[in-house]
């Protein structure tokens, strides 16, 4: 069946350092892909989208990158905060349809 | 805030109670979602309405029943759960196939 599966459940990164999260993505149909924030006892928090026709897109301190060959999406987070510290997951949405399919989520934890 | 507001944030439950969880939007979205997250699993859909008809369902168990009476509220009907289903349940609206923002959830806890 379709999936979306992150490579880490957990990632240590110092403070100042920038981070790399990945997801993989299963169906070549997906045209849209998000990168979602949690914190502890809230919802899932809008990062950054990209679509299907970029391969990058940059925010504010935050890069996606897609690479649709291998069905790969990562997120960079340049200069990594502690209010970073998060579970931060993917989500890939099939071309028509409203059935996003999420990834596990990674848990982001920053190091003083 | 996200425009999405969910009541209430927390719930206990027994087996034998119904009850009812609410989600709102103020974002003018024309799609809205429920959703289950259970620890270390991935979001799991389980409504979704759009212009106010369900077009998705994942075989979700009948003792969970959706209710969305206009496009800017959705409502998910408990009753004779399970404790496997405690879980944080979010809501989601969207406009079309585009971003989603979530509700706060609301943590369900079945005894």
């Known amino acids: 069946g379709e999936s979306v599966g992150l490579h880490l459940p957990t990632l240590s990164v110092q403070e100042g350092d920038n981070s790399i999260i990945n997801c993989a993505y299963s169906?070549?149909?997906?045209?849209?892909f998000i990168w979602y924030k949690q914190e502890s006892g809230k919802g899932p928090q809008f990062i950054i989208d990209i679509r299907s026709n970029m391969d990058k897109r940059q925010g504010q301190r935050v890069t996606v990158l897609l690479n649709k060959t291998v069905k790969h999406l990562s997120l960079q987070i340049a200069a990594t905060q502690p209010g970073d510290s998060a579970v931060y997951f993917c989500a890939a949405l099939p071309s028509g349809t409203y059935k996003y399919i999420f990834g596990t989520g990674t848990r982001l934890k920053v190091l003083a | 805030e996200t425009g999405v507001t969910q009541t209430p944030r927390h719930l206990v439950m027994g087996m034998t109670n119904k009850k009812s969880l609410k989600c709102e939007q103020h974002?003018?979205?024309?799609?809205m979602y429920w959703y289950k997250q259970s620890a270390k699993k991935p979001l799991e859909l389980m409504f979704v309405y759009s212009l106010e008809e369900r077009v998705e369902n994942n075989s979700v168990p009948s003792r969970f029943s959706p209710e969305c009476p206009n496009s800017s509220h959705l409502f998910l009907h408990l009753h004779t759960l399970q404790p496997e289903d405690s879980a944080l349940y979010l809501c989601a609206s969207s406009y079309r196939y585009n971003e989603q923002f979530f509700g706060p959830g609301t943590r369900l806890t079945v005894l």
């Open positions: 974002l003018g979205h024309n799609a």
């Open positions: 169906n070549s149909a997906s045209d849209y």
